[in-house]
């Protein structure tokens, strides 16, 4: 019994031991333990030098890490122009587009429907059906952002803010004059990629004054219904986002069709506008990306060859990003989106003395449905219209 009574005694003196030795390394972490802060005295002069401790492996974190005398600068990116959305509507990036785009009424047999696919860029509007299925034979240049706040009495109360830096190239009350109604047109130079357009029609109301430089957010306007085709129930901010295609279009107008023109080189058919949805959530996702990057991404649906006058088309001067290959040759073959977007122009040896298709995408439908009319055919063949020519002469500064 006794010597049992010894070996009790001897465990409880090694835990005890044990625990000393605990706490004492527990002791030795910098924080909890006061009585260790006692900091050493330190005289003018003196070097204090903790002296050198052996720590346990798991103790060695606790120690300050040494600095290091030159630790590399961290590159940061920055996108060459910032976006935002120009409402307080910002459901697109909530994944919800039917927040996000206005409606279009469409008359079906079974009665009037709200789609708000109307809304959105493309072609999306005037279905019918063909042998190919159904067919949207009607082209929005660009989206339709329903108010985000409406009064008592339905009136749209969104303001309207600049998408981006850059400068206000336009602003116009005369809302007869165009389906745009009221609209404001501003610049936007994006590095050496050129300058991009965003548009804002159907204002209510505009506080810009052109020539104005303003800062991405800055107040625009009010959102309203001005403008053909729209009423106060579809009241929307139409944006558009895209390339001016040239920068003597009331010279190319007076010769094309001569028709007065208010607008100088702000008129609707010397915009060209990008998918301004996709683009903008495609910015937010990666702000990095840039307009001319997505339109790079785009599939081709066709290709025209302009004739060489002897020099760069302006276009491509304008727009670096959008020439390619190697030096100039016979002719200028110039790829377009369906919508007609140009975003490539490149060399061809082929002689052209007029704008031709040199290639098109095989559809078993008319082109014209899947190109705003700016060509006929079908298959693998296709010709220019007398649009499609007027806008290759835009296009290409062929006149
Ligand atoms: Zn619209």
């Known amino acids: 019994m006794s010597s049992e009574k010894g070996l009790r005694r001897w465990n409880a003196v090694l835990v005890l031991v044990g625990l000393a030795a605990l706490f004492y390394w527990i002791g030795r972490k910098p924080a909890p333990a006061p009585e260790e802060e006692t900091a050493p005295v330190v005289t003018p002069g003196t070097i204090v030098r903790e002296p050198p401790k052996e720590l346990p492996p798991d103790q060695e974190m606790a120690l300050p890490k040494p600095v290091e005398p030159n630790p590399p600068p961290r590159v940061v990116e920055k996108p060459l122009l910032e976006f935002s959305l120009p409402t307080d509507n910002q459901s697109i990036f909530a994944s919800q587009p039917e927040q996000f785009f206005m409606f279009v009424d469409r008359y079906t047999p079974a009665g009037q429907i709200q789609v708000w696919e109307g809304g959105s860029y493309g072609f999306v509007r005037n279905p019918r059906e063909t042998a190919q299925g159904k067919v949207f034979t009607k082209f929005h240049e660009g989206i339709d952002i329903a108010p985000a706040v409406r009064d008592a009495k339905g009136e749209p109360q969104d303001q309207v803010r600049a998408i981006a830096d850059g400068v206000v190239a336009y602003v116009t009350m005369s809302s007869r004059t165009s389906n745009y109604g009221n609209y404001v047109v501003m610049l936007h130079q994006i590095g050496t990629t050129g300058v991009f357009y965003s548009l804002y029609a159907h204002?209510?109301?505009?506080?810009?004054?052109?020539?104005?430089?303003?800062?991405?957010?800055?107040?625009?306007?009010?959102?309203?219904?001005?403008?053909?085709?729209?009423?106060?129930?579809?009241?929307?901010?139409?944006?558009?986002?895209?390339?001016?295609?040239?920068?003597?279009?009331?010279?190319?107008?007076?010769?094309?069709?001569?028709?007065?023109?208010?607008?100088?080189?702000?008129?609707?058919?010397?915009?060209?506008?990008?998918?301004?949805?996709?683009?903008?959530?495609?910015?937010?996702?990666?702000?990095?990306?840039?307009?001319?990057?997505?339109?790079?991404?785009?599939?081709?649906?066709?290709?025209?060859?302009?004739?060489?006058?002897?020099?760069?088309?302006?276009?491509?001067?304008?727009?670096?990003?959008?020439?390619?290959?190697?030096?100039?040759?016979?002719?200028?073959?110039?790829?377009?989106?369906?919508?007609?977007?140009?975003?490539?122009?490149?060399?061809?040896?082929?002689?052209?003395?007029?704008?031709?298709?040199s290639w098109v995408?095989?559809?078993?439908?008319?082109?014209?449905?899947?190109?705003?009319?700016?060509?006929?055919g079908s298959g693998n063949t296709a010709t220019l219209t007398a649009e499609g020519n007027r806008m290759l002469t835009l296009t290409a500064g062929d006149f």
């Open 203 to 357: 204002l209510k109301s505009t506080s810009a004054v052109a020539g104005q430089t303003v800062g991405r957010g800055s107040t625009l306007g009010m959102l309203g219904y001005t403008g053909s085709g729209i009423d106060r129930r579809r009241a929307h901010l139409h944006l558009e986002i895209g390339l001016v295609l040239s920068e003597r279009f009331d010279q190319y107008n007076a010769k094309s069709k001569g028709l007065a023109n208010p607008h100088g080189n702000y008129h609707g058919s010397n915009l060209i506008g990008l998918n301004a949805a996709d683009f903008l959530a495609a910015n937010h996702a990666e702000p990095l990306l840039m307009p001319d990057q997505f339109l790079r991404q785009q599939e081709v649906y066709y290709k025209v060859l302009v004739p060489n006058r002897g020099q760069e088309l302006e276009l491509g001067q304008r727009y670096p990003w959008l020439r390619q290959g190697g030096p100039a040759a016979a002719s200028w073959e110039i790829s377009f989106t369906g919508p007609g977007v140009p975003i490539a122009i490149a060399p061809s040896a082929y002689t052209a003395s007029f704008a031709t298709v």
């Open 361 to 376: 995408k095989p559809f078993g439908g008319y082109h014209s449905w899947n190109t705003r009319s700016m060509l006929g």
